[in-house]
């Protein structure tokens, strides 16, 4: 298990608060906690060490800085190079 950092940030990319340390056994379970946490107005970062592993934001913050449109519910995953396979 690793330790990874889960940040909530600002529209204005501020932290909000302390992280939340989580242990997981990989970075897809990391997401999954994290996604977990993620609303309609909150940045969600995780990190584990000093590799960001995912930024997610929901699609309302997305739309404000001239992205895509589409429902509230859906996420912008932007991993990092690193691939991550998913599970089966």
Known sequence: MSAYRIYELTADNHVAAPPTIVDCPDDI????RARQRLDRHRIIEVWQ?????????????????G???GGAARLVLMFTKRRVPLRS
């Open 29 to 32: 379970a990391a997401i999954e």
């Open 49 to 65: 060490v000093d590799r960001c592993v995912i930024r997610m934001q929901p699609i309302a913050e997305r739309r404000r800085h």
């Open 67 to 69: 992205g895509f449109a």
